[in-house]
């Protein structure tokens, strides 16, 4: 959405593919009173100031999604070159990403679309015939296969090892662990996929997370390998990661959070603290609507309908104001780190209004038609055509969202430039095409490619903020 506005991927509105938006015509009129892009763009470098959070240097800052090119500060040309999917939807290519940014050897990115959502490129196919992902260049030299890349990461970039030196006791552990995570990513598979089988599934699933909880406690220390982390955690997180959301959503099983497995929370909490996993940590949503394509499709249980629609935003609290503290213990989706909701907004807003152009028009996709190219990944429609005749109106109230993210949905209801709503008879806008353009963008904000999980709930929850106060029906 904000970063890539052809990778859109999470929940589309119900209609047919090729069938244009119907916009409701009971929506409220609203007065296009927002300030202008460059006054938001005034109060986003005000706000930094107050509140701390400002945009870093992709290059040389913290773990950034966005990024094409990291060297840590360090002198030369980079000697790798990752390939890694747009979205950040594959399990393979973050843990290469972690791995480097852990090590910090500078590399060079670029991004190639999952088949899900589009076709490979030419050139790619050139280089790896099966499209496959990650892929690693080396001084020139092709590597695929993420275990292998992995491996030779750690043999031909020595420093900041993440492996234990040969002949060690940790080093006779590594390949168990290895082996476990296997053992592990195939139970969590079975159980996701799989509509029947369901009790002896979910037993041999909670087994698996028993033996991972037990090999947390073998030695001391948060990690698998004790007080650092090290290869086996980095391997470990993409398949934790993804079935910690999956199997809440559909199987209404809560893993993390429930105190059953204590040693996985502090796994989580741990890894929660390094600013190279907290970049490129993804968010429940995300998952659970990424999995779907890249898998062949989950099976869901009457169990996951209340974790379900708590994750989709359609409880009426999860996605809505006033929104609850995040916590390590919060129900849905814990986050040890915790919120800081003005920080948070703020990285919201400085994202819509520093790429405020594409957004406007990527949302505008709501009130349009979608692409005439399916995708395996139907809410990807990367060939989708905005509503071209309504970008005024869009544009409109993506400002006033904007700027409810920044004054503070209560300071700006009180100020002049207050999101008013009317029958249209003084020549307002008309809200329909907005509410739909609105729910549209809401259910495509991608955690980490667009924002971090906080700034991700607060952008959701001021888009339902803009639909409800406009009303009607879309």
């Given amino acids: 959405m904000l970063a890539g506005l052809k990778k859109a991927f999470t929940k589309d509105t119900d209609r047919p593919a090729g069938q244009a938006a119907e916009v409701s015509i009971r929506s409220l009129h609203f007065a296009d009173n927002a300030p202008s892009w460059e006054e938001l763009q005034q109060l986003v470098e005000a706000k930094q100031e107050e509140v701390g959070w400002h945009f870093t240097d992709p290059e040389t800052g913290p773990t950034n999604p966005l990024s094409l090119r ?19 939807w594959c399990p393979y290519c973050q843990k290469v990403w972690f791995q480097l940014e852990e090590k910090q050897v500078p590399y060079i990115i670029e991004k190639i679309n999952m088949r899900c959502y589009g076709d490979k490129p030419a050139d790619y196919l050139a280089k790896v015939p099966s499209g496959l992902l990650p892929a690693v260049e080396i001084d020139g030299h092709l590597i695929t296969e993420s275990m292998q890349i992995m491996r030779v990461l750690e043999e031909v970039f020595p420093e900041r090892p993440l492996l234990p030196p040969a002949g060690s006791p940790e080093s006779q552990r590594v390949n168990g662990l290895m082996q476990l995570e296997r053992q592990f990513y195939g139970a969590w598979l079975q159980w996701l ?225 207050a999101l008013r709503v009317g029958d249209g008879a003084d020549g307002s806008l008309d809200g329909g095409p907005v509410r739909v353009s609105a729910a549209y963008m809401r259910d495509r904000v991608g955690v980490p490619r667009d924002m971090t999980y906080p700034a991700a709930r607060q952008l959701r929850a001021h888009l339902n903020w803009l639909m409800d106060t406009l009303g009607g029906a879309s």
């Fill in 70 to 88: 990291r060297t840590f500060g360090q002198p030369g040309e980079p000697r790798i070159k990752l390939y890694r999917d747009h979205a950040g």
């Fill in 193 to 417: 996929r799989n509509p029947w089988s369901h009790e002896q599934l979910k037993a041999q699933f909670i087994r698996a997370m028993d033996a991972i909880e037990e090999a947390l406690g073998a030695v001391p220390g948060p990690y698998f390998l004790g007080e650092e982390l090290s290869l086996i955690d980095v391997n470990f997180v993409p398949a934790v990661e993804r079935a910690v959301a999956s199997i809440a959503y559909y199987k209404g099983l809560v893993v993390r959070g429930s105190g059953r497995w204590p040693r996985l929370e502090a796994w989580f909490d741990a890894l929660e603290t390094r600013p190279a996993y907290l970049g490129l940590k993804s968010d429940f949503y995300t998952h659970c609507h990424d999995l779907p394509p890249q898998i062949g499709g989950c099976a869901s249980v009457p169990e996951g309908a209340e974790f379900e629609a708590a994750i989709d935003g359609k409880d009426g609290k999860s996605w809505h104001l006033p929104l609850p503290p995040l916590t390590r213990t919060t129900t849905v989706e814990p986050f040890s780190p915790g919120d800081k909701p003005e920080q948070d907004r703020v990285e919201a807003a400085a994202r819509l209004v520093r790429n405020h152009v594409n957004v406007v028009k990527f949302a505008a996709r709501g009130c349009g038609a979608p692409g005439p190219r399916p995708v395996d990944a139907p809410l990807a429609d990367p060939t989708a055509q905005p509503g071209v005749e309504h970008l005024d109106k869009v544009d409109a109230g993506l400002r006033h969202v904007a700027h409810a993210l920044l004054a503070g949905v209560e300071a700006k209801q009180a100020a002049q430039q």
